[in-house]
């Protein structure tokens, strides 16, 4: 029986393209917009269907020749078969349209794509590591697609390339550990120092997670793989704060915001924006965004290191770091301290996922906030903030999302609840080649 072919119409949050036959969805992985493709139907359901594209019958002119060998096995990428400008647009689409299908809102504007190099951006990264010696022994990359199984990489075009020339290098290393079966994982952390000549130049710390202690002739390998491929390595032996040095045992990371001149000290399995060159740029957008001025205040609201902290303060704003972890808490306090602005800055422990209006009006007055919550959103957060009519209403909020459903929900709440308007909102490409989509939107108080 020959395999049904369809015209897709668009592609879904996910990346797979979308076609509708007789009522009813398909999901199609490998298809792009405009094309008319076979499919292979894997899971049928009542209201919809997926399926993986099995040939390309007419092609889309943004289909792009995928530079991954391990495309469509690896689940890294989703979209390397789409040109960069497709991507972006897509992503553009699903935002818009989770604000309005969600939130019921439109911005005044739509602000233009944030966007940065479209390889090697990759600077966190957790590599999976398995000891498989029916594919050959240890295996070490991201899990396939849809699986719970390590893809056999041998290169990454989105990991920095150094690193990804690692790959083929860790798996002989891990084979040689008397303990490859307790390694689950290493994660990548890329950072920067000063070079010789004034530039900056990467830091590579690779974290090797260990359910067993290592023995003499491991701890020589592993010395040995960091001095010959310009490595860090750091052992983690429980949780992510157990993370430590292990040579050199003076091992640091950094990553500057040179237009803030700031520098932000960060531990490789503390949270940092993956793409260092497009947080540039954002944390550039946010600023002109929330306007920050000498003298106001502002919240910084799930602050973290201080990513936006530190910027807003070196404008001039008074500024108030809220984070819920006390670790985090500390580390954005000394991150202050080191690029002096602690006098600027102070910084409270509060769970914002359960905020009140008495909890808020603790922090009051504010004249801005901005708000960079997880994929969870801020809904308790924004329900508590001012009422645009209150005597403490706030001018303006910058909301940093990583999740379109999330920041539509809470807009919903800023505009119809509290009063506020959407002035501006649009996407951040942070993970090309993924469906993933970062974007910022700005509320206004109107007039």
């Known amino acids: 029986m020959a395999e049904p072919v369809v015209s897709i119409e668009s592609l879904d949050n996910e990346g ?50 995928p530079r991954c060998p391990h495309f469509g096995t690896c689940g890294g990428c989703s979209l390397q078969h789409a040109d960069p400008a497709l991507q972006v647009a897509a992503k553009q689409r699903v935002l818009e349209e989770a604000l309005a299908r969600i939130g019921r809102v439109v911005p005044g504007r739509l602000l233009p794509p944030v966007h940065g190099p479209a390889w090697g951006y ?50 002989a290393l891990v084979a040689e550990l008397s303990i490859r079966d307790r390694v689950p994982q290493i994660e990548v952390a890329v950072g920067e120092r000063p070079g010789d000549g004034g530039d900056r130049v990467p830091v590579y710390a690779l974290v090797f997670r260990i359910l067993e202690p290592l023995t003499g002739p491991d701890t020589r390998v592993l010395r040995e793989f960091a001095d010959d491929h310009g490595v860090d390595v750091w052992l983690q032996t429980g949780g992510p704060a157990t993370a430590a040095p292990f040579h050199p045992p003076q091992a640091r990371l950094a990553y500057a915001l040179p237009e803030s001149g700031v520098e932000i000290p960060f531990g490789p399995t503390e949270f940092t924006q993956v793409n260092h060159a497009v947080n540039r740029i954002l944390v550039r957008r946010a600023l002109a965004l929330l306007r920050p001025q000498p003298g106001e205040r502002i919240a910084d ?20 770091g809220v984070e819920g972890a006390q670790a985090l808490v500390a580390r954005a306090q000394q991150n202050a301290a080191a690029n002096a602005l602690a ?35 801020a809904v308790e957060l924004v329900r508590a903030l001012p009422h645009r009519d209150d005597e403490a209403a706030l001018a303006r909020i910058v909301y940093v999302s990583c999740n379109p459903a999330t920041l539509a929900r809470d807009a919903a709440v800023l505009v119809h609840d509290r009063g506020y308007a959407l002035a501006a909102a649009g996407v951040v490409n942070m993970f090309p080649h993924t469906a993933h989509v970062e974007s910022i939107a700005l509320f206004t108080r109107p007039d």
Request: glycine content about 8%; some cysteine; hydrophobic content about 45%.
């Open 16 to 65: 797979r393209g979308v076609a509708r036959v007789d009522g009813k969805a398909v999901f199609v992985e490998g298809a792009l917009p405009g094309e008319r493709v076979a499919i292979a139907v894997q899971k049928r359901k009542p209201t919809y269907e997926v399926a993986r594209a099995v040939s390309v019958l007419r092609a889309s002119a943004s289909r792009a020749q």
């Open 122 to 171: 990759r600077f966190r990264a957790r590599l999976s590591v398995r000891h498989v010696p029916k594919k050959g022994g240890v295996l070490v990359g991201f899990h396939e697609r849809r699986s719970s199984y390590v893809a056999d990489m041998r290169e990454c075009h989105v990991l920095p390339p150094h690193v990804s020339a690692l790959l083929p290098a860790l798996r």
């Open 301 to 320: 609201f799930f602050c973290g290191l201080g990513n936006f902290t530190l910027p807003i303060a070196r404008r001039g704003a008074d500024v108030t």
């Open 343 to 377: 006098d600027r800055t102070r910084f409270v422990v509060a769970n914002l996922f359960e905020a009140t209006p008495a909890s808020i009006a603790a922090l009051l007055p504010l004249d801005a906030a901005l708000v960079d919550p997880p994929r969870e959103g």
